[in-house]
Structure formats: C-alpha cells, structure tokens
C-alpha cells in the first residue's frame, strides 16, 4: 500500500510539474501587490481600530516553477478609545521572498511563499513622545494563484506559519509565532505576469 501511495503520490507530482512548464513562465517578470484596508470596533468599550496598508510586488521566476522577489510597502494603524487618547503607527516594510508553484490545472496554481519581514517605523501615543520599532520576522505562506487571462492572475495568502520580534525603542521585545491557516490573516492581490 505505501509503495502504491510513493508511486501515486510522484505521478501527481510530476503532473503538476510538468502543467506547470507548459505555463512557460521561465524567466519571465511579474508586477502585483495589494492595498488594503480594515476597521474594527471592540465591543462596547468604544475602541476603534483603523488601518490602510499598500504592498507592491516584483518577482522574476528563475525556473518555470521557482520566482524570487520581494515587497516594499507602507502600513498606516490608527487606534482611537473613549476618550481622545489616540495610538497612531506609521510603519514601512521590506520583505524578500521566493516561491515555488504546483500547477492544480490549466489556470490555477497552489504556492508556498517564505518571506522574511522586516518593518521599521514609529508609533506615537498623544500626549508621548514617538516611541521608534524594529520588527523583523520568518513566515511560510501557503497560497492560491487564479489566471484569469495568459497574463493577469488573482492571488491570495491564507495564514502562515512563521515567528515574528517587535522591537520598540528602549521596551523589551516581544515575539510572535503563528502556526495555522487563520482567516484573520487572508491577503489578497493581482499580479501581471509579462
């Protein structure tokens, strides 16, 4: 039965492989990213959180199923409470990362995606000083590629799998490690393929 499974298992493998080559996205460049943004209201204490962030993406496929690139964005957070105290954290982030693709059929393709953050900026509580952050992390994401046309295709993110430090001015640091498919955690983007 385990040999059936290997035999199986290496057949569907170099299915996808080979769906994938036909593709013929070697050596070819793509152009995406995502803007986003998100509002939540905590429940009757009148706490508001507000962000807006815009992450493009360049990427070059090195073999018909391998791509290396990387991401500079912007993040905006704003918290606001009951009384006029506001939280507000700018942040700007850097993240290389590769993939590798596994065609599932003629347009749509599963990836995985390890990309390594690293965000700096500032946040600034009113009536304090700016209080200046480091943040940089490890994830594996795992992902969905749709081809809508030969060039155009919708992304999308689901969870990761990864630690993370924060690293404030003159505050120990704190970490964080997400292991799981989180629907909190859902990216969403284009991408052109030229």
Do not use: C
């Not at 986003?36 to 905590?42: A, F, Q, S, T, V």
């Not at 992450?55 to 070059?60: A, H, M, S």
């Not at 700096?120 to 809508?148: E, H, I, Q």
Request: net charge neutral.
């Amino acid at each position: 039965m385990k040999k059936l499974f290997l035999v199986g298992a290496l057949a569907l493998g170099s299915l996808f492989a080979s769906a994938q080559e036909k593709a013929g996205f070697d050596g070819r460049w793509f152009l995406g990213g995502a803007i986003g943004y998100d509002h939540d209201k905590i429940g009757a204490t009148d706490v508001k959180n507000d962000n807006f962030r815009v992450t493009p993406l360049i990427g070059y496929f090195i073999t018909p199923t391998i791509a290396v690139g990387g991401q500079i964005g912007y993040e905006y957070g704003q918290t606001k409470g009951a009384s006029s105290a506001k939280v507000k954290e700018n942040t700007f982030i850097i993240q290389p990362l590769a993939r590798k693709y596994w065609g599932l059929g003629e347009k749509l393709y599963f990836f995985g995606q390890l990309d390594v953050p690293i965000k700096f900026g500032d946040t600034k509580v009113t009536g304090a000083s700016k209080t200046n952050f480091v943040d940089w992390g490890v994830n594996f994401r795992p992902g969905l590629d749709v081809f809508l046309t030969p060039n155009w295709s919708v992304e999308t993110t689901i969870g990761r799998f990864g630690y993370g430090t924060h690293n404030p001015d003159g505050v120990k640091h704190d970490d964080d490690s997400a292991f799981g498919i989180n629907l909190n955690d859902v990216n969403l983007g284009v991408k052109y393929v030229f």
